[in-house]
């Protein structure tokens, strides 16, 4: 596609369950974001992949976030024992190259997680 | 570290007018700027960048902000509005070799017929 796909759109949970969210970036960036938007909050940065590698997993909240990158394309966002202050809207970005700030970021639609 | 400090959370104005958005960064020395706008149900655009050079910087759909080192600040503005501006638009910093973005928490603009 022409843009970064994300799947599920929305999920929604129990409290204690584990979730999987999707990235397809735009095929041939390089670099691959996670953040995470939350109810009347700004965008909270999760982790950067370049390439497979994830130079920067300073976001990730807790053990029970966890992120992989395969074959330098789609990305996977897991979150074990989901809590109800987990659910926001999960956004991925990619950009072309090296993922310097130069590049442009380009976001997907989100995933929008809640957790009851 | 950065940060950036959106101060109006909610904005409306009447089509046609001029609009001006905040947006204040917190960063020792020369931050890349961005704005980004978000229409509902829709992924981040991004309006434009700044890195540095002509601190006014113009973007798509008619938008501009200027670089003011001196108020660490990166407002963003419109001549007229349109409807269709109506949306959240979101100031980011990136600064200090990290590659994320810091943003800002949003200013929501209603756009009044």
């Known amino acids: 596609g022409a843009g970064v796909s994300q799947s599920p759109s929305n999920k929604v949970t129990e409290k204690g369950k584990d979730v999987e969210l999707r990235c397809d970036p735009i095929s041939g960036h390089t670099a691959l974001y996670w953040y995470r938007q939350s109810l009347g909050q700004g965008l909270e940065f999760l982790i950067y992949?370049?390439?497979?590698?994830?130079?920067?997993k300073s976001g990730l909240p807790s053990d029970r976030f966890s992120a992989e990158r395969t074959g330098g394309s789609v990305s996977t966002l897991t979150i074990q024992r989901t809590q109800q202050e987990d659910s926001a809207v999960y956004l991925c970005?990619?950009?072309?190259?090296?993922?310097?700030?130069?590049?442009?970021?380009?976001f997907g639609p989100g995933t929008r997680l809640t957790v009851l | 570290a950065q940060s950036v400090t959106q101060p109006d959370i909610h904005i409306t104005v009447s089509e046609g007018a001029s609009l001006e958005l905040r947006c204040n960064y917190s960063?020792?020395?020369?931050?890349?700027l961005f704005w980004y706008v978000q229409s509902p149900g829709q992924g981040l655009q991004l309006l434009l960048k700044?890195?540095?050079?002509?601190?006014l910087v113009q973007g798509i759909k008619g938008f501009e902000a200027e670089f003011k080192r001196s108020q660490s600040s990166f407002n963003l503005r419109k001549p007229s509005v349109h409807w269709s501006d109506a949306a959240e638009y979101f100031c980011?910093?990136?600064?200090?070799?990290?590659?994320?973005?810091?943003f800002g928490s949003g200013t929501r603009l209603q756009v009044q017929p």
């Open positions: 980011a910093v990136g600064a200090g070799g990290r590659r994320a973005l810091t």
């Open positions: 960063y020792g020395a020369t931050p890349y």
């Open positions: 992949f370049q390439g497979n590698s994830a130079p920067d």
């Open positions: 970005a990619s950009s072309l190259l090296s993922g310097g700030l130069t590049d442009t970021q380009y």
């Open positions: 700044y890195f540095s050079g002509d601190t």
